[in-house]
């Protein structure tokens, strides 16, 4: 099975940036349905944005316009680009399979934390 690495993560002011990236072992990335879901304390963990194996792309509404995710299918990675950060974004972020109904993800990693505050 496919593991997953997450890093980037830190402190920013709002308005700041920070570019998550998230690493992953085996030879199947290329054909892998990619997300970044997010999770604060006492919160649900939510999806963020998804990106296909054939690089289409899907945001949660509160972060349109502000992140970005891609997919460097060379390197095993999957890339979060998150502009104009705001303290609602603060959240453990995690990458993973895309998610169905009918195939939740099960399994998790340690994540990155992201805080923004001034």
């Known amino acids: 099975q496919v593991q997953l690495v997450e890093s980037g993560g830190g402190l920013v002011q709002p308005g700041g940036s920070l570019r998550l990236s998230c690493v992953a072992s085996?030879?199947?990335?290329?054909?892998?349905?990619m997300a970044w879901y997010r999770q604060a304390p006492g919160k649900q963990r939510e999806l963020v944005a998804s990106?296909?194996?054939?690089?289409?792309?899907d945001y949660a509404d509160s972060v349109k316009g502000r992140f970005t995710i891609s997919r460097d299918n060379a390197k095993n990675t999957v890339y979060l680009q998150m502009n104009s950060l705001k303290p609602e974004d603060t959240a453990v972020y995690y990458c993973?399979?895309?998610?169905?109904?009918?195939?939740?993800?099960?399994?998790w990693g340690q994540g990155t934390q992201v805080t923004v505050s001034s």
């Open positions: 993973n399979l895309l998610g169905s109904v009918s195939s939740p993800r099960l399994y």
């Open positions: 085996g030879s199947i990335f290329r054909i892998l349905n």
């Open positions: 990106i296909t194996s054939g690089v289409s792309t």
